[in-house]
Structure formats: C-alpha cells, structure tokens
C-alpha cells in the first residue's frame, strides 16, 4: 500500500535562509508521481513541484526544488531564499500511476513560518 | 494556469438540509475529478475519484448515499452533502485533472458549518 510521511508539523526559519521540509514515501509501484503542494491559510491548494518516478533529473520550479533520493524513498522540498509570503501548510503528495484514475494521497503536512 | 472555480467558499446550513457544493474546470477539461475532506489542522482524506459520465468510486468509509457526486459534463463536478449533521461541517475541496496530465488543479474549498 501506498504511504507518505512528512515527520515535520511545523518549522520556523528565518527570512532569506533556505529550507528543507522533509518527506517520505512508500510504495511497491515502479512508476509513481510526487507533488509538493501549498496551502496558505485562505485554504486553497497550490500545486509547487512534480517529480516522476523515472525522472533522471531532480524538478524544479523557480524557488522551489524536489530533492529526489529514489533509493532512500524520500522527496525532500528546498525552497531558497524563503520570503513571508512562503508561510503557509505544505502538503507531500504521491500517486501510483499504473492506473489513470488511480488516487493520490497525501502527507499529513509542514506548517511553515518564515521570521521576519 | 488551469483554474478550478469552487462555489460556495463557505455555507452554514441548519442540521438536516441539504448543500450542494459546485467545481468548474474553467480552462480545461477535468475528465477526473476528485472529491476531499479536510478537518483543522489534517491533511486532505480523499472522499472518491469520479471520471465524466461515470459514477463516482468511493472510499472506504465514506456514505455514498450521503455523500452525492455528480460529473456529468467535462468542467463540471458537484458534491451534495445530504441531510447534513452537525459532524459533516468540514473544509471540502475539489481537485480536477485532464486525461493522463499529472498535474492537479484545485478548487478553493468549501468551508461547511452545519448547525
């Protein structure tokens, strides 16, 4: 069965340093997809980054970076140079993709608060 | 980018009514769309997987007689929350994809306080 840990409730770092927020997953699919989602407190989603499984190199997007370590099963985010407006839930995500309608499921989630 | 519109963004209702809770796609083709649940401070439980034309595939748990899901046209997925209680007030959210495109776009939520 498909599984995503994120072992951070919450962090606090200063603005403009970098940060890492952890995740993790576990799966017996060969080809699966990881997202990293944002969710400020208005509620909405906002997708920031997708790996694929088979992807040979690590995505990124702007600020945001997906440090993908396969063989560790971990999908780790890195947004640099973070700014107030990064204070926000962050949501890991994984999908199985032998199925177009497979689900996706989430990590229980890092909340974010960037020091001014 | 693609936009999913989410109607209402909040709703109170009397115990026993019933609310309808709208997706549109509103520049693309959502042929899956999915439906979730999130309580304070948790992470989203996916609530079922409806492909257009089809009826929706629940999870486990989840009432489908209580729980309404309608997609029955490419940019538009409703969820109907049926003589609602005061334990289905929640934060629902939609989130839309087209064909084998990876990427989900989400509605803004729906905040619903059952009285």
Request: proline residues 3%.
């Amino acid at each position: 069965a498909q599984k995503i840990t994120q072992t951070q409730p919450g962090m606090f770092v200063q603005e403009k340093e970098a940060v890492t927020l952890d995740c993790t997953y576990d799966t017996s699919d060969p080809s699966y997809g990881l997202f990293w989602y944002k969710q400020p407190s208005s509620g909405e989603m906002i997708f920031l980054i997708y790996q694929g499984s088979y992807d040979q190199q690590n995505a990124t997007e702007g600020r945001y970076s997906l440090n993908f370590q396969k063989a560790r099963k971990s999908a780790n985010l890195v947004i640099s140079a973070s700014q107030l407006g990064d204070s926000a839930m962050y949501f890991c995500a994984m999908r199985e993709l032998y199925s177009s309608a497979s689900k996706i499921i989430f990590g229980s989630g890092t909340r974010l608060s960037i020091r001014p | 980018g693609a936009v999913v519109s989410q109607h209402p963004s909040w709703v109170i209702c009397k115990s026993g009514t019933s609310v309808k809770i709208e997706c549109r796609s509103l520049d693309f083709q959502a042929t899956t769309m999915f439906w979730y649940r999130q309580f304070p401070k948790q992470s989203l439980m996916l609530m079922a997987t409806s492909n257009e034309g089809s009826k929706a595939t629940y999870e486990q748990g989840v009432e489908k007689d209580k729980f309404l899901i309608n997609h029955a046209s490419l940019t538009l997925s409703t969820l109907t929350v049926t003589s609602a209680h005061p334990e289905d007030s929640s934060f629902y959210i939609c989130s839309g994809k087209q064909g084998d495109n990876e990427k989900l776009f989400f509605g803004s939520g729906t905040q619903l306080s059952v009285l």
